[in-house]
């Protein structure tokens, strides 16, 4: 595979090839690139940061609101680090791929401890931080300090394959390597800030996955996956796999008083540090667990299976309610659980299939129906 070579139809990497890609990527950029986002306005390094790992695996109409409520609260790493860790987590929540928040919040408590409350401008630095990879350094030292840095999200991977006809899978190692390699080529020493953004933007708006608007592009003149008739089938899509399934009943419990007990998961695991109504694997396990605590079996009321699907795996689970009996919050509070109002449960951080199931909770018959 030798992408550089127009013997195959692939673009050129002369300078001067190189050089005519950067011009007319930031000619368009310039007219018609979304500088209004919200974290370019200012795009300061703790705003990069920020908005670089919400967007890891989020689309940008998904995150400008979370993105806007997380720094209105936290508007800078100290207020960021000197937060409680389950305020982080709700301003997160919703978001998915929780690692991430955890991750900010333990990087802004070690860049106030070790750097001062300023994220470091040096790459190594940076990528040696929590959830920092070589990527997202380079989108902050580029965005935000207007440096020469390669970056290679989804986006401008798409870009570079297709340029230059890579048509392999980008998660392989030999084929990322080299993205890299043509990255740090394309990487321009000046107006680094804005080729950087007009690069993300090409790929997020028209060379995009599916129906890309090849017309529209600045610069599909050398396109080696245009010339070859080939545009959507490169790069590569990840090779299909079967997705597993887990299963697990959650038990909600509901006191005299209208409230429901939830239980905060370990920080680690599935929606680690976020509180759920308490889990179990199969109905035998939930009703040992009832018996255990003194729960009137004829209570339970077994609402329809429903899916919650993450990116490596789905997740079934049945939504049981139980009556309990005794004086309001008869079941104990511990140092992992405690009672909420459904209505109230805005207040802390829960994954979404909770979020949704407390909301039912204010109108008890849709609990029942399938989501």
């Not at 080696?224 to 990840?238: D, K, L, S, V, Y």
């Not at 139980?322 to 309001?328: K, L």
Request: glycine share 8%.
């Amino acid at each position: 595979m030798k992408p550089c070579s127009n013997s195959s139809g692939a673009a050129s990497c002369s300078d001067t090839a190189v050089t005519a890609f950067q011009e007319r990527l930031l000619d368009w950029y310039g007219r018609l690139g979304r500088g209004d986002l919200p974290w370019r306005n200012p795009a300061s390094p703790y705003r990069v940061w920020v908005s670089e790992i919400m967007l890891q695996q989020t689309r940008v109409a998904t995150a400008i609101p979370y993105f806007q409520r997380f720094v209105t609260r936290f508007p800078d790493i100290r207020s960021l680090a000197e937060a409680d860790g389950d305020e982080v987590m709700r301003h997160w929540a919703g978001l998915g791929y929780y690692a991430r928040a955890r991750n900010l919040h333990h990087t802004a408590r070690l860049v106030c401890e070790r750097h001062g409350a300023r994220l470091p401008d040096d790459p190594d630095t940076l990528v040696a931080l929590p959830g920092i990879g070589r990527s997202t350094a380079g989108a902050i030292l580029a965005i935000a300090h207007n440096r020469r840095a390669a970056i290679l999200d989804g986006n401008v991977k798409r870009v570079l394959a297709r340029r230059h006809g890579i048509e392999e899978w980008p998660g392989l190692s030999s084929v990322n390597r080299e993205l890299w390699e043509l990255s740090e080529k394309h990487a321009p020493h000046e107006r680094a800030a804005d080729y950087t953004q007009a690069i993300m933007d090409l790929g997020a708006t028209l060379c995009t996955v599916r129906r890309p608007r090849c017309g529209e592009c600045p610069v599909s003149e050398g396109c080696a996956a245009r010339q070859i008739g080939r545009t959507e089938a490169i790069p590569a899509p990840r090779p299909a796999t079967v997705q597993p399934v887990r299963c697990c009943h959650f038990l909600i419990l509901l006191d005299r008083d209208g409230r429901c007990y939830l239980e905060r998961n370990p920080p680690q695991g599935l929606w680690g540090g976020l509180w759920c109504f308490p889990r179990f694997g199969d109905e035998a396990a939930l009703r040992a667990a009832c018996l255990a605590r003194g729960i009137d079996m004829d209570t339970l009321v077994f609402a329809p299976a429903r899916r919650h699907t993450f990116s490596h795996f789905h997740l079934d689970y049945v939504p049981v309610t139980a009556g309990v009996s005794g004086p309001p919050g008869c079941v104990a509070e511990t140092d992992s659980g405690t009672w909420f109002h459904p209505g109230a449960s805005g207040a802390t951080a829960v994954p979404a299939p909770i979020a949704r199931l407390l909301a039912e909770l204010t109108e008890p018959s849709t609990l029942e129906k399938c989501a």
